[in-house]
């Protein structure tokens, strides 16, 4: 696991973003894996920028998310299909149809899941995976227990990431209970994988991935399995 830093937010965002343009212009119709949540914000945005200023173009590029809410509407304004178009998408020059986030609002959880892993291997898997890291470890919404599912399943989230997450509802008890989510095999199966890490609320699930002892109580632990990960992260995230 390589880990580079930044001295702050800004400059971890634009850190990671140079690692994606480079990705891209090896290969401009790459199968790019996107995450949400406030961590990659600053990246989207260096990565709509240098879209703009001609230094990368993303009209090749297929993408897939890691993760939804389960039940959202992609209309509403928490839904991760939202959150993609209004902090990327609708900023670049992609072709939407070639975007895919899990359906919220599925009928059949199950089939919408495996139908999301078929679309993975008929793009013939992600290239690059873009991650972020809850507090308590967890890798998309794949969060610590004893047990994971290795593939794109329906979850529970944890009462932890209810809270977290609920800075971005009117109130706690609009946060949705449940999601679907790549699983952790998915994830390890892209070629490459960065993780995006900002903040000291994240040093300890940042230390735990780092040392590198796998433990299910701490998804990120996971990644250690795979040989090409770079973790981004900031002063504050890995200080002792
Ligand atoms: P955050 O979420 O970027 O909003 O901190 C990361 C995560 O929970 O994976």
């Known amino acids: 696991m390589r880990l580079i830093v930044g001295k702050d937010y800004s400059d971890m965002s634009r850190l990671a973003a ?69 902090n990327l998408f609708d900023h670049i020059d992609i072709d939407k149809a070639k975007t895919h986030v899990l359906n919220g609002m599925a009928e059949d959880s199950e089939k919408e899941c495996a139908s999301y892993e078929d679309l993975i291997s008929s793009l013939g898997g992600i290239d690059l995976q873009v991650l972020g890291i809850g507090r308590n470890g967890h890798i998309g919404f794949n969060e610590p227990g004893s047990q994971l599912y290795p593939y794109t399943h329906k979850t529970s989230l944890e009462e932890s990431t209810i809270n977290a997450n609920s800075r971005f509802f009117s109130s706690l008890e609009e946060v949705p209970r449940h999601a679907l989510t790549m699983g952790m095999k998915t994830i390890l199966n892209a070629r ?40 981004f992260a900031t002063e504050d995230a890995v200080e002792r």
């Open 192 to 231: 490459k994988i960065i993780v995006l890490a900002s903040g000291k609320e994240k040093k300890d699930a940042v230390r735990r991935m780092l040392e590198e002892m796998i433990d299910t109580s701490c998804p990120a632990t996971l990644l250690t399995l795979h040989n090409d990960v770079t973790v």
């Open 18 to 86: 140079g690692y994606v343009k480079k990705e891209i212009l090896k290969k401009s119709n790459m199968v790019l894996g996107l995450a949400t949540g406030s961590t990659p914000v600053g990246m989207y945005r260096e990565l709509i920028d240098m879209n703009r200023k001609g230094g990368i173009s993303f009209k090749d590029i297929t993408t897939v998310n890691l993760d939804e809410y389960y039940p959202i509407e992609s209309t509403n304004s928490q839904s991760y299909r939202y959150f993609m178009n209004d």
